[in-house]
């Protein structure tokens, strides 16, 4: 069986994170670790031979605290966790801040006042306030996560903070971007994220690039900054991110939200796994719903972009475990937290030992996600808004598919659509008149080109056209003929 050690208490036990042992209970465990690790005596009970009550043992999630529960026999697949209840002192790490430049910061005495929550703390002191505010940090997305890693790092006193969108706010941002408001729609998004930070705290240097990341300007986005913060929404920002950032030699803190779920690791880290590593290749394009589509609970993005913020604060000041070679999954749904194992990987196209990729020019992130459409095939053919619309009111005889999950036609039906979500077309094409013209329809006009795909491989000969850039990009059309066919 395992036995768990936690990081405060790993000294005294070889600086093992994980023991394993064939003891079958809790007294057994005890007694072998005192014969393995007589150094352990000490910390783990009192000069009466009782557990010290700082210590909490659990085997799974039950505490086995009291001796009364030492002798009950374990399992052979039980995990014991030995927790000491008053984390103490944080290992120190290397901080990615350059000696050099912490020792050019200064503190007047209103900084001194405002960091006074950091300053007391033994492991952040006047030396961790100094490298923060030395700190250099890239924001990529003013969004969702970006939101709560904007706030936090402003408020901690980060120094140069560059928040890199190239979107507008839009009234469904507000549902979760919290630093945008209503009176911020239709400005663009580093516009509202400038004043949250100058709200915040004058003194910060704040950099706004209202771009898209792309290949040709990221490394110049990117390059002489201390650290990437990944809050995009869509992989070819996350593989170019991942990408530019191993090349210039900049970690990363990623995180990532879907519906109830979110993720947060560090890439490019000492050695550590990159993008490329964990998920070689994105899904095919539309096949997995964007956050865009698939929505997210309002409070989630908080609790994923606080914890990326909590990193980076971490890697900037040089303190602590950190998300290095670990992926945490929370499912916010169930309450569940789990920590994974993420490992470099010998063959990557970018990390490993034979690297493919030299540069993200030579690279082609539109291809790779599937965001191009292949020359060989049949272009797909599409109508505009403008021009679904008028067919609608000519009454021309056609079919209207929408290939959207139900929770996304619950918000906003379509009308005269008939209902085929995307993994049953093959199967129900013969729903389908192959005589009349069939219009696929979708949230943003990307899955319902791979509805067309899919239905040309199953063999489906009828004309069929897409609705381009979707329902989202009908919006305004539909609510304006209101009265004439919704
Ligand atoms: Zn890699």
Known sequence: MNVYISATLRNFFGRNARLETDAKSIKDILNWLKDEYPEAEKVLFDENGKLRSFIRIYAGDENRSSEDKWEKALSEDSEVLLLPAIAGGAPENDS??????RKAVAFDDKEIERFGRHLMLKDIGVKGQKRIKAARVVVAGAGALGSAVIQYLAAAGVGTIKVVDFDDVALENLQSQVIHTTRDLNRPKVASAKDIVRNINRGINFEAENTKLEADNIVDIIDGYDLVIDCTDNYKARYLINDAAYLCGIPVVF?????????????????????????????????????????????????????????????????????????????????????????????????????????VQDFDYEDFCG?????????????????????????DPMTIVDVREPHERAI???????????????????????????????????????????????????????LKGGIDAMKDIMFSHEGAWL
């Open 255 to 359: 995180g990532a939200i879907y519906q109830f779920e979110g993720q947060v690791t560090i890439f490019n880290h000492n050695d550590g796994p990159c993008y490329r590593c964990a998920f070689p290749a994105p899904p095919p394009a539309g096949l997995v719903p964007t956050c865009a589509e698939g929505g997210a609970i309002s409070p989630l993005p908080g609790i994923i972009g606080s914890i990326q913020a909590n990193e980076a604060l971490k890697l900037i000041i040089g303190i602590g475990d950190h998300l290095s070679g670990k992926i945490l999954t929370v499912d916010s749904l169930y309450l569940r937290f789990k920590l994974l194992e993420l490992k470099k990987e010998k063959e990557c196209l970018l990390c490993g030992a034979h690297p493919s990729i030299k540069g």
């Open 371 to 395: 965001l191009k459409q292949p020359e060989e095939e049949i272009p797909i053919e599409g109508f505009t808004p403008e021009e679904l619309a008028k067919r609608i009111e000519n009454e």
């Open 412 to 466: 906003q039906r379509f009308p005269n659509a008939i209902v085929i979500p995307i993994g049953q077309l093959a199967r129900r094409m013969n729903e389908l008149d192959p005589e009349q013209d069939t219009i696929f329809i979708c949230k943003q006009g990307m899955r319902s080109i791979l509805a067309i795909n899919t239905l040309r491989e199953a063999g489906y000969k009828g004309p069929m056209y897409n």
């Open 96 to 101: 990615i801040i350059p000696e050099e430049r």
